[in-house]
């Protein structure tokens, strides 16, 4: 259940059913409405501006439409109280026994409490971190996999029909250099001095194992090859030997994608992927011949003073037009973009969200014209930029590491901190800003640690649910007799204000999801965290509030099924982050 939609329906109902609105003939639009918690819990439960949004509309003053809406609640029983505040707003506070049977709703509903229609099953597909395979991934990789894996849980949560993708950039001049990197590492493991690594060439460690198999599987035949067979070898063979030493990356960052799309299988059967969509652009009259004007300042990509094959972004929102087949008739990286994005449409995505790294902003516009060109304006297009993490160790920049050659790497991240730490901690700040990760403060055990205090408070749940059933053996806790249970014990104000804060879940799932905005879980559920972690503590003063009553078994259960909802609700929101929901910390 969705509180705040439900009175929204209710708000609108009761407009209508003012004297000033009966007074007006005509829909009424609702587009501005807002009903949402209010900033000061002291202010109520709710909050709306139908009257300060409506009143203009209906010719009336704010506040006289706002006691009008008021009036219409007299008598409900879930509304304790109305107020009328400042110019027009209107403040709900609501009943306790309306709380009550709301946590009735979150524990019969488990971990599903939240769980939306909002998608209505409409396809989207999120595509996010596709590194090249040319290495290991770095850090800057890893916010970028994370941001856009939770996202895809947290859409898919709220009902979208979801595909997490990683486009392989497999193709192109950087894979010539990675396979001429594991020529170089193949003739290292037949016993030749290489020396030291030659500019131009990937100089990692992780190029060692492959050049072993390349001479464990070919010997010196490698050598005696025409290049051009030799590299014919050697790239898929360095690419498949990549992608499992990324794949196994981000398996432990607990990513996985649905679905890898081959860049090269753009240019398969003379690049019949390319030309059809250079085709359907030409067909839809996007692309004509013609030279772009010369370059002010930096050069725009592939700018040629020659005749090319153009598309005309311009018309589409573009800055300027981008080329598709360059004046030697090869096609441009620009064209292998305009391919994968028809083919994402071909496969029913009504949208697409790309998450990119920060130092991507001037593909933005670009992409965009190509998704209003390639699906006539019927697709959404959304790019997500992730901004830089600088790490560090006690507030010092940490150093290179030498499996890489020259970055971080997001194994060593990882392996250094826990998953759970690197997850959350990608996602407790906005992902439009940069994020200071420090490896010594992810790691302590304080409520200065997000992650560490969200987990704390399931494992705090998980440890009231052993104690109570020490206390009385023969509880039942199953959900079905805990949602029946009398809640009427739970009449404290701390108790109503953690129900408060579950109900508003749902709502923070929707807006989340429909806000593109993953960081918003980890938010909601850190203040979630700090006020059970704030009644708990006042147990301790008030031996009354405590979850488990040794000399009351009825108010045990009640606070038992408040617990139980707690757990959840947190479970459910750490399963979005890609978190571990601890029965217990150690």
Same mark, same amino acid.
């Given at each position: ?56 509309? =209906? +010719?009336?003053?704010?506040? @006289?439409?706002? #006691?009008?809406?008021? &009036?219409?609640?007299? /008598?409900?029983?879930? $509304? ?37 229609? =909002? +998608?209505?099953?409409?396809? @989207?597909?999120? #595509?996010?971190?596709? &590194?090249?395979?040319? /290495?290991?991934?770095? $850090? ?37 250099? =990675? ?15 290489? /020396? ?391």
């Amino acid at each position: 259940m969705n509180v705040f939609k439900d009175f929204e329906d209710r708000i609108k109902q009761a407009v209508q059913a003012t004297d000033i609105a009966k007074e007006k003939s005509g829909e009424l639009n609702f587009e501005r409405l807002a009903v949402e918690p209010p900033r000061d819990p002291a202010h109520g439960d709710i909050s709306t501006n139908a009257a300060m949004v409506l009143a203009k509309p =209906l +010719g009336t003053n704010p506040r @006289v439409l706002a #006691e009008q809406i008021a &009036a219409q609640f007299e /008598g409900d029983p879930d $509304v304790a109280e109305t107020a009328v505040a400042g110019p027009g707003f209107l403040n709900f506070r609501l009943t306790p026994e309306f709380w009550r049977k709301l946590l009735s709703t979150v524990i019969t509903e488990g971990v599903d409490f939240g769980r939306s229609d =909002l +998608g209505a099953g409409r396809k @989207v597909n999120v #595509e996010y971190v596709s &590194a090249n395979p040319t /290495g290991p991934m770095h $850090v800057g990789h890893c916010r970028g996999a994370v941001v856009g894996d939770a996202l895809a849980n947290l859409m898919g949560f709220a009902g979208f029909d979801v595909t997490k993708e990683y486009y392989v950039n497999d193709a192109g001049s950087q894979i010539d250099v =990675l396979a001429n990197s594991a020529y170089l590492r193949y003739r290292q493991a037949l016993g030749e001095e290489i /020396g030291e690594i030659p500019a131009g060439l990937y100089p990692g460690d992780y190029l060692i194992p492959v050049g072993q198999a390349l001479a464990t599987e070919f010997g010196l035949a490698l050598k005696e090859m025409p290049e051009v067979d030799r590299m014919a070898l050697i790239r898929p063979r360095t690419i498949d030997a990549m992608m499992a030493m990324i794949r196994d990356d981000l398996k432990a960052l607990n990513v996985e994608h649905d679905v890898f799309f081959s860049e090269r299988s753009l240019h398969a059967d003379g690049a019949k992927a390319i030309r059809q969509a250079i085709n359907d652009l030409t067909f839809k009259g996007h692309v004509y011949k013609g030279k772009l004007p010369p370059p002010k300042g930096q050069a725009p990509e592939e700018w040629e003073d020659r005749e090319q094959t153009l598309f005309r972004s311009t018309d589409v929102g573009d800055d300027i037009d981008r080329p598709l087949i360059k004046s030697d008739g090869s096609y441009t990286y620009f064209a292998a973009d305009v391919a994968y994005f028809r083919d994402k449409f071909e496969r029913g995505y009504s949208e697409m969200i790309y998450v990119l790294g920060a130092d991507h902003g001037g593909y933005i516009k670009r992409l965009e014209a190509v998704a209003k060109a390639v699906s006539a304006g019927e697709a959404k297009l959304t790019v997500l930029l992730c901004q830089l993490v600088k790490i560090f160790r006690n507030g010092e920049p940490v150093r290179m590491s030498k499996r890489s050659g020259d970055f971080i790497t997001l194994r060593d991240v990882v392996d250094e901190v826990g998953r759970d730490s690197v997850r959350f901690m990608m996602l407790y700040r906005k992902s439009s800003e940069t994020l200071d990760f420090d490896f010594a403060k992810v790691t302590e055990q304080s409520k200065d640690n997000p992650v560490f205090y969200v987990q704390y408070a399931h494992a705090r749940c998980a440890s009231v649910m052993r104690q109570a059933l020490e206390v009385f053996p023969d509880l039942d806790l199953s959900p079905g007799a805990l949602a029946q249970v009398d809640m009427s014990d739970l009449s404290h104000e701390s108790e109503l204000a953690l129900i408060a804060r579950l109900g508003e879940y749902p709502r923070m799932i929707e807006a989340a999801a429909s806000g593109q905005e993953p960081h918003r879980v980890a938010f909601y559920l850190y203040d979630l965290a700090s006020l059970l972690h704030t009644h708990w503590n006042r147990g301790r003063d008030e031996p009354g509030l405590r979850f488990v009553n040794d000399k009351n078994r009825q108010s045990t259960l009640a606070r038992l099924g408040l617990v139980y909802a707690i757990a959840s609700v947190l479970k459910s929101g750490l399963t979005i982050t890609g978190t571990d929901a601890p029965e217990e910390m150690r």
